[in-house]
């Protein structure tokens, strides 16, 4: 089995979202998570 490995980044936004980043390769996407409740 081999093993494979991601790139992904979490920040903190100013209005309480969270900004996160994800990348296979080449090819990254972008979601902002807004807290529940």
């Given at each position: 089995?081999?093993?494979?490995?991601?790139?992904?980044?979490l920040k903190r936004l100013g209005d309480g979202t969270l900004e996160v980043k994800g990348c296979i390769g080449p090819v990254c996407q972008t979601q902002i998570w807004k807290p529940v409740g």
């Amino acid at each position: 089995m081999e093993l494979k490995t991601y790139d992904s980044r979490l920040k903190r936004l100013g209005d309480g979202t969270l900004e996160v980043k994800g990348c296979i390769g080449p090819v990254c996407q972008t979601q902002i998570w807004k807290p529940v409740g």
